[in-house]
């Protein structure tokens, strides 16, 4: 029996090399039909979100009653290219299962060099990081469909509310309260509880259940949605990239024009870097090589080398030799013997046509550059950097949301008082110990971390 459909669920939504805990992406694979399908094979592909194939499984069905699907396991600290540079780097990707004609795509996983859920335990100490004061839904109603809830009065307390869907009668009520009739013309609502609070939905009517349908929502103070978090992230990694190290903080693999836009079959580049001027003194003649410096630090490797007039390849010396300087990205060419003559030519055509010392645009090259050493994953002050870079703003955003709009707080029973202040001094030093740790720690080793990936800058 032929499968007719497939369905995709992923176990996670983030992952990273750098976590081993959460470094593996389990794929579970729901065949239909669910039974019957002995044999029946299917291709399960992590791609980048520009298309990119990064890792390929095929997935073989056995006589199993498969209702609950088959896993399969993409680890993508292990997935590496044939010289164990690795291909995962961060962004967005996607898994696909593929039994022609049959095409399904799984919603999105991010590769992250660290975690939402590793950012909030480890480098936000765990302190609660708070959006706003304001009461929101921990999620949205689910059951209740076409009811989005947008806010909650201010005296409305923290707990678990029921909303309530009258289908019969066409009604909403929220907490025991007064039910609301709807209204097909009025797409926003006011639901009072028993208790004289309220909160304010809006409505699809189009999306309203057929049925009578109730759900337990929960209501807490907002606290940044992981998204935010990633972004905060993201923003910390090009920061450290760009700003403080200047170095790319993962191997991305570099080309220059044409390579970058016309790359050959089963060829990729992370990045786009400069092309380089051809110098005459760039030549030594004692030595016959060539002395390059690519704008790039942590050049790991270099794959070609080639001479372009214009958009015309005029010299290629692929076949040569490249010794390349990790850390300053210096390029010498060295090449062979038998190529000896056909530089000589070739420099001599420049003297005859009275070519000028320097042609701009000339070196074009491919390669990789980038913080990494084969074989390990351990860039543990670099994360450090990276985290600590992005704690900072996280912290200071839920210190000034953590009670905001209050000056101070009293409470009295039984003789007994209790008093709270809310000023910003007072409320940031709930978070002043982490924050003070982060900018200590950056204070500390932002220069040995530059020292020691890119080495002391000589202008």
């Known amino acids: 029996m032929a499968l007719t459909d497939l369905n995709i669920y992923l176990n996670r939504k983030e992952v990273s090399r750098f976590e081993p805990s959460r ?3 389990k794929v579970r694979v729901v065949p239909v039909p669910a039974t019957g399908i002995d044999g029946e094979a299917v291709t399960v592909s992590l791609f980048r ?5 990064v890792k390929q499984e095929t997935l073989t069905f056995g006589a199993d009653d498969y209702t609950k699907g088959a896993f399969i396991e993409f680890d993508v600290a292990e997935i590496k290219d044939s010289d164990g540079f690795p291909i995962c780097l961060q962004g967005e990707y996607y898994v696909k299962a593929v039994q022609s004609p049959i095409e399904k795509v799984s919603s999105p996983v991010y590769v992250s060099m660290i975690t939402v859920d590793e950012m909030k335990s480890t480098y936000a100490f765990g302190c609660t990081l708070y959006a706003s004061e304001v009461l929101a839904p921990k999620k949205q109603p689910a059951l209740v469909t076409g009811v989005t809830i947008k806010a ?7 707990g678990i509310y029921s909303l309530v869907y009258d289908n019969t009668n066409g009604t909403l009520s929220w907490n025991g309260g007064a039910a ?9 609502e006011v639901l009072p509880d028993l208790r004289g609070n309220y909160i304010t939905v809006e409505i699809d009517h189009f999306e309203l259940p057929g049925a009578d349908a109730s759900e337990g929502i929960v209501l807490d103070k907002q606290v940044m949605t992981d998204e935010a978090l990633r972004g ?7 920061e450290v990239e760009k700003v403080i190290l200047k170095v790319f903080v993962e191997p991305n693999r570099i080309a220059t024009e044409p390579y970058y836009s016309n790359p050959e079959a089963g060829e990729w580049f992370d990045r786009k870097v400069p092309d380089l001027a051809y110098y005459e003194n760039d030549f030594n003649r004692n030595m016959l090589a060539w002395h390059l410096d690519p704008p790039v630090y942590q050049l790991k490797r270099i794959d070609e080398v080639k001479g372009y007039m214009g958009n015309t390849p005029v010299l290629d010396v692929k076949s040569g030799a490249y010794t390349v300087n990790e850390k300053s990205g210096i390029l010498d060419i060295l090449p062979y013997n038998s190529e000896y003559s056909y530089l000589w030519m070739f420099l001599g055509q420049f003297r005859f046509w009275g070519f000028r010392r320097m042609i701009p645009g000339f070196w074009r090259y491919k390669g990789v550059a980038g913080i990494y050493e084969k074989g390990k994953d351990d860039i543990g002050d670099i994360l450090k950097m990276i985290g600590y870079t992005a704690a900072i703003p996280l912290l200071s955003i839920a210190g000034q949301a953590y009670r905001a709009g209050f000056a101070s707080e009293s409470t009295s029973k039984d003789g007994v008082t209790r008093s709270a202040s809310y000023t910003s001094s007072a409320t940031f030093g709930i978070y002043s110990a982490p924050m003070k740790e982060c900018t200590d720690w950056l204070k500390e080793n932002k220069g ?12």
């Open 23 to 25: 470094s593996k992406l």
């Open 49 to 53: 979100k520009n298309g990119l194939e």
């Open 152 to 158: 909650a009065s201010e005296k409305t307390p923290a």
């Open 180 to 188: 609301v009739t709807l209204d097909v013309n009025i797409n926003e």
């Open 232 to 238: 905060q992230i993201r923003k910390a990694v090009t």
């Open 448 to 459: 040995r971390l530059i020292r020691h990936y890119r080495g002391i800058s000589v202008v």
